[in-house]
């Protein structure tokens, strides 16, 4: 679902960066740096969603060949955080992973220093496929 729908937006009015698994590495990081140093965004939003693809492949520890396995790799700590927990294993994950990628650009140097003066925000969110419901989680 094109996060332009879910939010009501029109083309252009949000930046976004789509990685499957809502995993960060350098390029990810370097776009959302962009945004908010050269854009000026002002929220940053982790958008995990309900039945990801991204995350069953993780949770079914199966052999991937080519980049597959950074994937899995990836989102691997969301999982072992949540494995014990009542309700839906992938779901769950996909929350956990969405608020721990959030933790991470916390501590970004570009983005604290906006984060510290008030100039943006992080939040991480899950987004219900069935519902059309975005819940905020932290």
Do not use: W
Not at 13 to 20: H, Q, W, Y
Not at 24 to 51: C, F
């Amino acid at each position: 679902m094109p996060p332009e729908l879910i939010f009501d937006q029109g083309l252009g009015d949000l930046f976004v960066v789509r990685v499957a698994g809502n995993i960060l590495d350098d390029v990810v990081l370097g776009s959302i740096e962009y945004a908010a140093s050269h854009l000026r965004t002002s929220l940053v939003m982790i958008l995990g969603h309900s039945r990801c693809g991204a995350i069953e492949a993780a949770a079914a520890r199966g052999s991937m060949g080519g980049h597959l396995p950074c994937l899995t790799e990836a989102i691997q700590p969301s999982l072992d955080e949540v494995k014990d927990k009542p309700g839906n294993l992938i779901n769950n994950a996909a929350k956990a992973n969405a608020k721990i990628i959030g933790q991470k650009l916390l501590s970004e140097p570009i983005l604290a220093a906006r984060l510290n003066t008030g100039k943006l925000s992080v939040v991480a969110a899950f987004y219900d496929l069935d519902t059309g419901v975005v819940e905020v989680i932290s």
